[in-house]
Structures are given as C-alpha cells and as structure tokens.
C-alpha cells in the first residue's frame, strides 16, 4: 500500500535551516509529481511546492520563495523540503502528498503522510 | 487570507444535508480549474473526498459529493453521521500564482 512518510521536524532557531525528508513506498515513486503542504497550529492548509516526478520543474508558494528548495532523489524514493532563513510563521506541521500526475495540472493529491511538526523559535 | 472561500463553520443534525462553498476568483475556479475536496479528522492528515469537482474516489460513500459554476464550487453532505463531524478543504489551481491554493477551511459539527 502506499506509504509517505515524513521526517526531520523539531525545533530550529529563526534564521537557521532545517530539511524535511519524506520516504515513498508502495507505489511507483519516480511516476508521480510530488509536493509539500503545511498547517499552522489550528490554522488551514498552506501550499508550499511541488515537484516534478522528474525533478524538472518545481514551483513555490510566494511565502517561501527563495528561502525553501524541494527536491526529490527518485533512486532512494524520497522527497526532500531544504528550509533556510526560517521564520516564525514557518511554524507548522509539513505534510508531503503525492499529485495524481507526473506533472502538477490543477490535479488533486490522492495519498498524504502524516506530517512533521516544525516550530521555529528561539 | 486564503486565496478560495469558505465558511468557517456549519452544523447540522443526524441525518441531515449541509453544503460547504468554496468561492474563488477568474484566476483559479473561475478560470476553469477544477476544484477539489479533502476531509481532516481531528488530529489526523488531509484525506481526499472528491476531485475534479464532482467525482468520488473509491471507498468514498456517495452521501458526498461535489459541484462547480463559474467562480464557486460546493460539496454536499446528506445523511449527516457524527462520523463526518471533521474540517472539510477546498482546494486548486491559480494561474497568476503558478501553484496550488487552498481554502481557509470549514469546521464541520454533528449536533
């Protein structure tokens, strides 16, 4: 069955970096475009990028622009959010989702992980 | 400030139907992105309810379903069951921001 796994959360003082690590299993990880959402505490879900299924095209919510790097490594079936010069509204729980595509086309994200929490404070 | 619009609350009795909107803009829904539904249970992750605006995906009972025009879309709940009690999200595509975009959620409550 399909599994998204997240890891690398914790505690990071603002301006520091943090990567998120997300371990695909059960399903054809190199076929599918890739992406991370994020939840504030109570709040909704925040979009954060996508990822081609092959690591060609990539795009980002505006908030995190030039800050965050999604990449994917397709030989160890993972995903990879790099977060750098954090701030406190980076605070959250990140969740990596798979598209239904290769290629991210308005599509829905049929499968999620169970997120990782990241709280940025000093 | 979400880019889509959603209630933040709406209730109902057992066995009742609900409806939840989402309304966006000429950029995303109305410039005929489709629309898309996920449920989140408490303490749980996003689970996917209906996509491409009215289609369920399998293990999904049809007491869910979904509708769009022009710049809104809404999903619909009969037979309301406290099981349902979750946030429900709208969410899909806008072409000025070049990503996806979703609601601000709305709280679901079983009375």
């Known amino acids: 069955q399909v599994q998204l796994v997240e890891s690398g959360g914790g505690v990071v003082q603002p301006g520091r970096s943090l990567r998120l690590s997300c371990a695909a299993s059960?399903?054809?990880?190199?076929?599918?475009?890739m992406h991370w959402v994020r939840q504030a505490p109570g709040k909704g879900l925040d979009w954060v990028a996508v990822?081609?299924?092959?690591?060609?095209?990539?795009y980002y919510a505006d908030s995190v622009k030039g800050r965050f790097t999604i990449s994917r490594d397709n030989s160890k079936n993972t995903l990879y959010l790099q977060m750098n010069r954090q701030r406190g509204e980076d605070s959250a729980v990140y969740y990596c989702a798979r598209d239904v595509l290769r290629t991210h086309q308005a599509s829905p994200f049929d499968y999620w992980g169970q997120g990782t929490l990241v709280t940025v404070s000093s | 400030q979400s880019v889509l619009t959603q209630s933040p609350s709406v209730s109902g009795a057992p066995g009742q139907t609900i409806t939840i909107s989402c309304t966006g803009s000429?950029?995303?829904?109305?410039?005929?992105?489709?629309v898309h539904w996920y449920q989140q249970l408490p303490g749980t992750a996003p689970k996917l309810l209906i996509y491409d605006n009215n289609n369920r995906p399998s293990g999904v009972p049809d007491r869910f379903s979904g509708s769009k025009s022009d710049t809104s879309a809404s999903l619909a709940i009969t037979g309301l069951q406290a099981e349902d009690e979750a946030d429900y999200y709208c969410?899909?595509?806008?072409?000025?921001?070049?990503?996806?975009?979703f609601g601000g959620g709305t709280k679901l409550t079983v009375l």
């Open positions: 059960g399903f054809t990880f190199s076929s599918y475009a």
């Open positions: 990822i081609s299924y092959d690591g060609t095209y990539k």
């Open positions: 969410q899909s595509y806008d072409s000025s921001l070049s990503g996806s975009v």
């Open positions: 000429s950029s995303n829904i109305g410039a005929g992105y489709d």
